[in-house]
């Protein structure tokens, strides 16, 4: 185009008062003259346009929000407790996914028998309970720092961190339950021991440091398993009816204590 | 009026550069093409807030994907198009709201009167203008923004198919005026 808009008609333009047919024209040459772009540049508000790009630099430096964090902001979770909690270390995909894998192998073995099924059974009792031990170690956790400045208290951050955490392994297992061969009483027969283990851990670590408690609890599991598996008949008499009741209790015993010792909680964590 | 254009970097350069990361580059080409896309974003839409967020999610989309553009026609063709689609976002997110003030519609005759009042044969401008105001913003969205009939609904805010048959009409008012 050779000749340029006339500066009168790009006034009109700009305040609105221009007929359709020439406003067409107007726009049809600025798209593509850079002169006419530059002759146009102080008809607009400056102040609202400096406003607009300090926004685009706001939303070109603010952080990306993460998957989780969506998700839980999605769900309605209030967007400062939302990052506070999908920062936790056993929400972080990484950690998911690596639970998830556990748990897809122990069910392929537990479709080879009942030691397979056995496996499946004792991680999946167990793995709420490292998620939730997971959330206590601070050498995992990138905001331990802030978590600890935050104001709010440790104490509810750590429990709000590993119901979260227990939520989602326990869904997970539950998950992956149903790909267990026939389903019937073992795919739910994980779900008491997970939860007695768990308190059980959270109640020891209100006496010594929770990493340690978290150990002594896995360690005392796995040893009843396997001498159960080894000195019993039936494999999964650890699963059975008399024995979940025995964990009721414990799990139901470990609750008081935790009521009551809540507050030696060590919430700074080891490790 | 001097011509920047030959002693400032070209747009394509400096999307380059914006493709490479270079924030200073996104400023200059903020500078340059914001006050005609705004002029031009505030002709289609009177909600100022939604010009304001469809101009702020053009420039964050030309951070991300500066790389995208292959050279093909002008950089501000290639901007409008992202603004004016941005802008049907930013509706989309918001309640419906009224566009081109409706209420016109009553106090005009209608486009049919129009064109029988101005009878003598008119230029391509007349003809537009004749054309009632709804008529004409159908016209303005589906031909000189390039929208699809979709698009155009949305930012209208009236349904697709009326979108189809206000453009039937349009063109078919514009051809029996210039014939």
Known sequence: ?271 | MSTPSTVMPSDESLLTAVGAGDRAALRVLYERHAPWLTLRLARRCSDADAVDDALQDTFVAVWRSAGRYHGGGAVGAWLWGIAIRRLIDALRRRPRREFFSGERETLEPSAEEQVLLGVQHGDLGGALERLSPELRAVIQATILDGLTTREASTLLGIPAGTVKTRAMRARMLLRQELA
């Open chain 1, 1 to 271: 185009m050779s000749t340029h808009v006339d500066p009168d008609l790009l006034c009109a333009y700009a305040a609105g008062e221009i007929d359709a047919a020439h406003a067409f024209s107007v726009e049809a040459h600025v798209v593509r003259c850079p002169t006419c772009q530059a002759a146009v540049a102080p008809l607009a508000d400056p102040a609202r346009l400096d406003r607009v790009l300090a926004a685009v630099e706001d939303e070109l430096d603010a952080p990306r929000v993460g998957a989780i964090e969506r998700v839980l902001r999605g769900l309605g979770v209030r967007a400062d407790l939302a990052r506070l909690l999908a920062a936790t270390p056993s929400l972080s995909l990484s950690w998911l996914s690596s639970v998830a894998l556990a748990l897809s192998f122990s069910v392929l073995a537990a479709h080879h028998g009942d030691g397979g099924m056995l496996l499946f059974l004792c991680l999946a009792a167990l793995l709420p309970m490292a998620g939730v031990a997971v959330s206590f170690a601070r050498a995992l956790d990138p905001t331990f720092e802030i978590a600890v400045a935050a104001p709010f208290s440790s104490v509810r951050l750590l429990l709000l961190r590993a119901t979260a955490a227990l939520a989602t392994t326990i869904a997970m297992a539950g998950l992956a339950a149903v790909a267990l061969p026939g389903i019937g009483w073992s795919a739910v027969a994980w779900a008491v021991p997970s939860l007695a283990l768990t308190l059980a851990s959270l109640a020891l670590a209100t006496y010594v440091a929770p990493l340690t408690a978290f150990a002594i609890v896995t360690a005392a599991w796995l040893a009843t398993v396997l001498v159960n598996a080894t000195a019993s008949d039936d494999v999964l008499a650890i699963f059975g009816r008399p024995a979940q009741l025995v964990l009721v209790a414990l799990g139901a015993g470990a609750a008081l204590v935790l009521a009551r010792r809540i507050d030696r909680l060590d919430v700074r964590g080891d490790l």
